[in-house]
């Protein structure tokens, strides 16, 4: 393939992987981020797979992978507190924030540009035109869409087909050091804890401290509370302390005061001791709304999708960041093989849209099991 000016929407970790392999291929490759001050310290936890793995070896940085915390084991609790179930199962939890910050610190700020919001693109059949919110506008060989789940280059290369699908509850996160757990819920350290009830599951794990700290009393406890909302009060949960209106999610530090209360409350009600002892720890919380979409199509005519932005993976699968990362190195792979744009795209698709609605599948299965 010749030398392509790619640009990609979105500065999370689909959109930097893409980068990088594409400008060792010897593209002109920049990636536009709508945020103004990064991602970082936006993520928790991950469970690595194997197409991660994969991507990290073709990045030369194999050794992120080594970076986390192991959970010894499983561990099942009952309303009071009292393990159920304890399964061996050794699994290793790497922190996103230390990933992505490893891998965005690869790509320099000439072609790593924030605040650079895109409204729209026009894929043509000589290239593509991406609109930007200052009124400016640019030309592409190429446009990779790895804008997540409020893509408007789905938008763009699907008008009548690409809003996302509310699935009828929210996940509740909570990420602080392990030293602000009390005593009482030590049980939780150092295990993959649930607690799963008809309409109520919570999870927890240790992950790494921000920038990959893995020493004891320097690591960070991860938990999510899987709820069920009401479609009409949807509104109300997104809405921050300032009245603005979120659309997918309410990030950390945006809910108010009263709400923490009454979330701290039904913790003490609803959930084991020590997992309440967990959701009191926190001092801001965040939602992240459960959502989900599958693209008719992955392509246009100079226009591609990758990540969330084609097929929504809910996070019961654990699978998002390892779904981003075998779409871009087929991407990468398509492009580096073929010196016909269109085929290349073609092909591309033909490898990843059916795994991508398996994932998808995947995730709705488990969802349907777990709330």
Request: hydrophobic share 40%; no cysteine; glycine share 10%.
């Amino acid at each position: 393939m010749r030398s392509l000016r790619i640009r990609i929407i979105g500065g999370s970790l689909a959109g930097l992987f893409s980068a990088i392999l594409l400008r060792r291929d010897g593209h002109d490759v920049k990636v536009y981020e709508r945020s103004t001050e990064g991602l970082g310290g936006r993520g928790a936890g991950l469970v690595a797979q194997e197409d991660l793995f994969s991507i990290l070896r073709l990045l030369g940085l194999e050794q992120v992978a080594d970076v986390g915390v192991v959970a010894k084991e499983r561990i099942y609790l009952d309303k009071k507190g009292h393990i159920l179930q304890t399964i061996s199962m050794p699994q290793m939890q790497i922190s996103w924030d230390y990933l992505y910050n490893t891998i965005a610190s690869h790509i320099d700020r000439d072609h790593y540009l924030l605040g650079r919001q895109v409204t729209h693109v026009r894929d043509g059949d000589d290239g593509v035109e991406i609109f930007f919110a200052d009124g400016s506008s640019e030309a592409a060989d190429l446009v990779i869409g790895a804008d997540g789940i409020g893509s408007v280059v789905r938008k763009s290369l699907h008008p009548n087909a690409y809003e996302n699908s509310y699935a009828g509850y929210v996940a509740w996160r909570g990420l602080m050091s392990e030293t602000q757990l009390p005593r009482e819920a030590a049980v939780l350290l150092n295990r993959f804890a649930f607690y799963v009830t008809p309409g109520n599951h919570v999870l927890g794990y240790l992950v790494p401290g921000p920038n990959g700290e893995m020493e004891e009393g320097s690591r960070r406890y991860n938990w999510v509370w899987y709820r069920k909302v009401s479609p009409w009060n949807l509104a109300a949960v997104f809405t921050a302390r300032d009245g603005r209106q979120n659309q997918f999610s309410l990030p950390r530090g945006e809910l108010t005061l009263a709400r923490r209360d009454e979330l701290r409350l039904d913790a003490t009600e609803q959930l084991p001791p020590q997992f309440a002892y967990a959701v009191k720890a926190e001092e801001t919380p965040s939602i992240q709304g459960i959502f989900d979409y599958e693209a008719p199509r992955m392509i246009g005519k100079s226009t591609v999708l990758v990540g969330d932005a084609a097929f929504i993976v809910r996070p019961h699968t654990a699978m998002g960041a390892s779904k981003a990362a075998g779409d871009v190195m087929v991407l990468a792979n398509v492009l580096k093989t073929s010196d016909d744009l269109s085929a290349a795209l073609r092909q591309f698709e033909q490898d990843r849209i059916g795994v991508g609605r398996q994932i998808a599948a995947y995730g709705r299965r488990l969802g349907g099991n777990v709330i």
